[in-house]
């Protein structure tokens, strides 16, 4: 069983309100996630070399293919 599997079994057995509850927590992590990214990038903006930058972009999106 995958992870995913795992969380949607368990989320199968919760009561609407906990569902909610949950929407609520998944929704504020991607927000901050999101956050966080911005200031990543903020902060780093212009330290790579657009070649190393695109190198850089190229292998996370290899990365996110990998884990998905």
């Known amino acids: 069983m995958t992870v995913?599997?795992?969380i949607i079994k368990d989320l199968q057995g919760l009561p609407n309100a906990k569902l909610v509850d949950v929407a609520n927590y998944v929704h504020g992590m991607t927000e901050g996630a999101h956050e966080?990214?911005?200031k990543i990038l903020r902060r780093t903006f212009g330290s790579l070399?657009?070649?190393d930058g695109k190198a850089f972009e190229e292998a996370l999106a290899e990365s996110r293919r990998v884990e998905s």
């Open 4 to 6: 995913i599997e795992a």
């Open 36 to 38: 966080e990214r911005l």
């Open 49 to 51: 070399s657009e070649e």
